[in-house]
């Protein structure tokens, strides 16, 4: 019955800039607000996000009128109206699965340690945002792909999600399983669509965790597996061409099992080695989960780091949170619930 089908994709940047012109038109504002940087803010918007975004400044405005004057209206709508009503957003693209997520944001400063991969990621990563016009007047083509290798819980995914938010990009984290489809060229389009949605959403971070398990040597290799290398390439290769605001950042624990084609220059290009923290990159994770977990003040954090050589982030986190089983269970026999880390237990 339904011969043609037509998608109604995500606005551009330019088209999303263009509806919120539209929108603001008659809206009593500030002089000279900038809509380009609101715009800019709106990653994954849709026509319907932007208007409830003016609504609900128009409201923010009206309540702090009221509340200063008595009566609606006196004050003219301002860039903190806009930028404080991003917050109670809820962007319908985000909803759908395999699209752009909305993370939590995780800043260079709440990651221990790893001052070195952090360094590298700003440079490669986060320069190429903020000093896109420095890159393009001296006609350098920034990386577009990078790949975290390391063991199991050093980081890389926090690090992935520190970068969307040091970007002010969205966080497309594309879950491997979800690629591989039984029928006959569906895993093909499940790429292609994560990278259209990602190039749609731009500036974007598309994170591919456990990257081996799809993406390993082609010669070892399935049919399937083949064919999706092909569009992976396809994918990476047009995104250089068209120089969009999308990186790549992929995490693997086995850097020898992927394909060399993915990381020739132009794709994966950046190999970043994340590695189990040092002893005062221990002290400074273990100092940072006190902000948030109840420690006995007679803990010494120095001499546990010194007894968890070889401990990931991760195993820091998962021996405070043992520790705290056992604290509560203190607690059930009347002591204090305070966290207290049992040394000889590590």
Same mark, same amino acid.
């Given at each position: 019955?339904?011969?043609?089908?037509?998608?109604?994709?995500?606005?551009?940047?330019?088209?999303?800039?263009?509806?919120? &012109?539209?929108?603001?038109?008659?809206? #009593?504002? +500030?002089?000279?607000?900038? =809509?380009?940087?609101?715009?800019?803010?709106?990653?994954?918007?849709?026509?319907?996000?932007?208007?409830?975004?003016? *609504?609900?400044?128009?409201?923010?405005?009206?309540? &702090?009128?009221?509340?200063?004057?008595?009566?609606?209206?006196? @004050?003219?709508? $301002? @860039?903190?109206?806009?930028?404080?009503?991003?917050?109670?957003?809820?962007?319908?693209?985000?909803?759908?699965?395999?699209? +752009?997520?909305?993370?939590?944001? +995780?800043?260079?400063?709440?990651?221990?340690?790893?001052?070195?991969?952090?360094?590298?990621?700003?440079? %490669?990563?986060?320069?190429?945002?903020?000093?896109?016009?420095?890159?393009?007047?001296?006609?350098?083509?920034?990386?577009?792909? #990078?790949?975290?290798?390391?063991? !199991?819980?050093?980081?890389? $995914?926090?690090?992935?999600?520190?970068?969307?938010?040091?970007?002010?990009?969205?966080?497309? !984290?594309? %879950?491997?399983?979800?690629?591989?489809?039984?029928?006959?060229?569906?895993?093909?389009?499940?790429?292609?669509?994560?990278?259209?949605?990602?190039?749609?959403?731009?500036?974007? +971070?598309?994170?591919?965790?456990?990257?081996?398990?799809?993406?390993? =040597?082609?010669?070892?290799?399935?049919?399937?597996?083949?064919?999706?290398?092909?569009?992976?390439?396809?994918?990476?290769?047009?995104?250089?061409?068209?120089?969009?605001?999308?990186?790549?950042?992929?995490?693997?624990?086995?850097?020898?099992?992927?394909?060399?084609?993915?990381?020739?220059?132009?794709?994966?290009?950046?190999?970043?080695?994340? *590695?189990?923290?040092?002893? /005062?990159?221990?002290?400074?994770?273990?100092?940072?989960?006190?902000?948030?977990?109840?420690?006995?003040?007679?803990?010494?954090?120095?001499?546990?780091?010194? &007894?968890? /050589?070889?401990?990931?982030?991760?195993?820091?986190?998962?021996?405070?949170? *043992?520790?705290?089983?056992?604290?509560?269970?203190?607690?059930?026999?009347?002591?204090?619930?305070?966290?207290?880390?049992?040394?000889?237990?590590?």
């Amino acid at each position: 019955m339904f011969q043609d089908e037509i998608h109604l994709d995500l606005p551009t940047p330019i088209q999303r800039r263009e509806i919120l &012109k539209i929108l603001t038109n008659g809206l #009593v504002t +500030v002089p000279n607000i900038n =809509l380009d940087d609101i715009s800019d803010k709106c990653h994954g918007y849709i026509a319907a996000d932007l208007a409830a975004l003016c *609504r609900i400044a128009i409201e923010r405005a009206n309540i &702090k009128s009221i509340h200063e004057t008595g009566r609606p209206n006196a @004050y003219p709508i $301002t @860039y903190e109206d806009f930028a404080e009503s991003m917050k109670d957003i809820k962007i319908s693209a985000l909803r759908e699965k395999n699209d +752009v997520k909305k993370i939590d944001p +995780v800043r260079w400063s709440d990651i221990g340690g790893l001052d070195d991969v952090k360094q590298i990621l700003d440079e %490669s990563v986060v320069w190429t945002y903020k000093h896109a016009d420095a890159f393009r007047r001296l006609g350098i083509q920034p990386s577009k792909g #990078v790949l975290l290798f390391g063991p !199991p819980g050093t980081g890389k $995914t926090l690090l992935a999600k520190a970068v969307a938010t040091e970007t002010f990009a969205n966080f497309l !984290p594309v %879950s491997i399983p979800d690629l591989i489809k039984g029928e006959v060229g569906e895993s093909e389009k499940a790429i292609a669509n994560a990278f259209r949605v990602a190039a749609r959403s731009s500036p974007c +971070v598309i994170f591919l965790d456990e990257l081996e398990t799809v993406f390993g =040597l082609r010669d070892e290799s399935g049919t399937l597996g083949k064919k999706m290398i092909s569009q992976l390439f396809l994918e990476l290769d047009a995104l250089n061409a068209r120089q969009l605001p999308v990186i790549i950042l992929a995490a693997t624990n086995n850097p020898e099992m992927i394909d060399r084609t993915i990381l020739r220059p132009g794709r994966l290009d950046r190999i970043v080695y994340v *590695r189990p923290p040092l002893y /005062e990159e221990r002290l400074h994770i273990l100092q940072l989960l006190s902000v948030r977990t109840r420690f006995s003040n007679e803990i010494d954090f120095d001499d546990i780091a010194r &007894k968890t /050589e070889n401990y990931t982030g991760a195993d820091l986190k998962a021996l405070t949170q *043992r520790a705290g089983l056992l604290a509560l269970k203190r607690c059930k026999e009347g002591a204090s619930a305070e966290v207290s880390i049992l040394v000889s237990r590590i």
